[in-house]
């Protein structure tokens, strides 16, 4: 897509201004809908009008350019986006292997990037399980769990009242809603109070998630699967990870035997968003 941006620019931007360009952009929507988020550098500020003109050019469904303001912060894990150009209602039905969800990427966490990791993940899930997906957004991993396993059940837990509100929606509009459970509340308040255990517990935040391992350990079922997501430095992806994982299990008298040890995503040259799956075992 960059190239098609480029020869629209081409003339109207200066050379070192063109050579600034985002070389990707993240669109989430249908055919008929869709917001772009782009990444502007420090240099383009009088530009970037004409750049958001020039993706909605190339990208017909393209109906709304948001400008990336911060990085995501906060419980709720939201960047601030800046409208550019366009509508602004920047709602959308993102689709995404056959499932459907509604979003607002301004009031909510989704990432597109994270559709072939969910492809890794409900390739190692079987029917019949039990599931817990903490931090669970607007609902793409237990719906699409759901969606392609239908003896499984899923529990999905989310502090985000715009995301639960989404979740629940597409729920509905996925036709899940019989077999993914939705509760708005802070994982540590909400999980202890479930009571039952889970086959498989889901920890998808990156950034911290390690810190609710307290509240996910006693969650699992003798020889059930957690799945713990971490940012780690490149040079060394797994150490941390795996010391945290033995320290928590250890804790309430368990072990643990590694299953999968997966490099996700780069987040940075320097970090990396790492995901290591354990079972949890008896002495």
């Given at each position: ?36 988020i782009v990444e502007l550098q420090e240099g383009l500020e009088a530009y970037e009008e004409a750049i958001a003109e020039a993706v909605m050019r190339v990208q017909k469904n ?91 059940r899923a529990t999905a837990v989310e502090l985000n009242p715009y995301a639960h509100n989404y979740c629940v929606e597409n729920t509905h509009m996925n036709r899940v809603a ?70 928590a299990f250890e804790g309430e008298g368990r072990g643990v035997e590694f299953l999968r040890r997966v490099k996700v995503s780069q987040y940075n040259p320097k970090f990396w ?11």
């Amino acid at each position: 897509m960059r190239r098609g941006i480029l020869a629209e620019l081409r003339g109207s931007l200066p050379e070192e201004a063109l050579c600034l360009v985002p070389r990707s952009f993240d669109i989430l929507g249908s055919k008929q809908r869709a917001v772009a988020i782009v990444e502007l550098q420090e240099g383009l500020e009088a530009y970037e009008e004409a750049i958001a003109e020039a993706v909605m050019r190339v990208q017909k469904n393209v109906v709304s350019v948001l400008a990336k303001q911060s990085a995501r912060e906060g419980d709720y894990r939201v960047r601030e986006l800046r409208l550019v150009k366009g509508n602004p209602d920047t709602e959308i039905v993102h689709r995404e292997s056959g499932c459907h969800f509604r979003l607002d990427p301004r009031t909510v966490y989704f990432s597109t990037r994270e559709s072939n990791e969910r492809n890794r993940i409900i390739s190692t899930i079987v029917d019949g399980e039990e599931i817990l997906v903490m931090f669970s957004g607007v609902g793409p991993l237990p719906i699409r769990i759901a969606k392609a396993r239908p003896g499984v059940r899923a529990t999905a837990v989310e502090l985000n009242p715009y995301a639960h509100n989404y979740c629940v929606e597409n729920t509905h509009m996925n036709r899940v809603a019989d077999r993914v459970e939705t509760i708005q509340g802070d994982v540590r308040e909400v999980c202890p109070g479930l009571g039952r255990r889970f086959d498989r517990v889901l920890m998808p935040l990156p950034k911290g998630a390690y810190r609710f391992l307290d509240v996910a350990t006693p969650l699992l079922k003798d020889g059930g699967t957690l799945s713990l997501y971490h940012w780690a430095p490149g040079d060394d992806l797994f150490t941390e990870a795996e010391a945290l994982l033995r320290e928590a299990f250890e804790g309430e008298g368990r072990g643990v035997e590694f299953l999968r040890r997966v490099k996700v995503s780069q987040y940075n040259p320097k970090f990396w968003k790492v995901r290591v799956d354990v079972k949890a075992t008896r002495p």
